[in-house]
């Protein structure tokens, strides 16, 4: 974005990373892209593993504000793997892919290409994750079934233009996690940011689609009161919403501001 004998600004040497990034994400071959977030889907699942095992340690002994900060830390174990880590997760990339196309580097086509990829093999590894986690972990005595089905229907027992409203929130956040991580000049600070804006989206319930997938799976297979349509329903609207929130108020005024900033 600027040449290399002009001295760039703070936000203008992120916005020069993360397209750098983006561009490389990009350029990948699909099947390296597809393990990478097949990867990501799988190792997120921690997530909800931990605080289903967090509901039924807790099993009413606590009060309601210390049970939700409690589950809200271990939500965000999984996207801690997944971020430093450096997995492909789709809701990063409505915002770390866009750039480029934005900048005139990369088309639409490619984007497209990218989203599919990462967003189809997420969705495969969490759905296995969960299978993995219903099966084993009761047998093994840390989950009580009931734990599944009440994080599911955290988010099941809501209509579909709150899922969309809350995915625009929670997509918005995890757009800002990929520019404060590239902000971000040491691990121990990277870690601190995802932490903090993983744990604000599962404190404040917002749908998080590869997140969340895991947990209406999850709660699918162990309880009636989720039902398939649920689970459609949910996918939909924060997949939506989450490709709105990380596109239009990260990606578009992110590059909007940095750019009419430098002329």
């Known amino acids: 974005m600027s040449s290399p004998e002009t001295h760039q600004t703070p936000y203008e ?3 020069d990373q993360e397209i750098e990034t983006g561009l490389e994400e990009l350029n990948r071959s699909a099947t390296g892209i597809f393990l990478s977030a097949l990867s990501a889907g799988l190792d997120i699942g921690f997530g909800p593993l931990l605080m289903a095992v967090m509901v039924t340690l807790a099993g009413g002994s606590y009060s309601v504000a210390t049970t939700e900060i409690l589950v809200a830390n271990m939500y965000a174990v999984g996207f801690i793997f997944v971020v430093l880590g450096r997995s492909e997760l789709f809701t990063e990339h409505t915002t770390l892919a866009v750039l480029p196309v934005l900048g005139g580097q990369a088309t639409v086509k490619q984007l497209g290409r990218l989203w599919v990829l990462v967003y189809s093999a997420n969705v495969v ?4 994750f969960a299978v993995l986690m219903v099966t084993i972990m009761p047998s ?25 409203a809350g995915g625009v929130l929670a997509g918005w956040m995890m757009g800002l996690v990929s520019w404060l991580v590239s902000a971000a000049q040491e691990s121990i600070s990277r870690t601190f940011f995802v932490w903090l804006v993983t744990t604000a989206i599962g404190l404040a319930h917002l749908p998080h689609c590869i997140a969340g997938n895991v947990e209406i799976v999850a709660g699918l297979m162990a309880s009636s009161e989720v039902v398939f349509m649920d689970y459609a329903e949910f996918l939909l609207a924060a997949t939506v919403g989450n490709a709105i929130g990380g596109t239009v108020f990260v990606a578009l005024l992110k590059y909007g501001h940095v750019v009419r900033g430098s002329q």
Do not use: K, R, S
Request: charged share 10%; aromatic share 6%.
């Open 13 to 15: 040497a992120i916005l």
């Open 125 to 128: 590894g969490g759905a296995a």
């Open 140 to 164: 093994v005595g840390t989950i009580e079934p009931h734990a599944f089905e009440e994080i599911a229907l955290t988010y099941t027992t809501q209509d579909i233009v709150t899922l969309v």
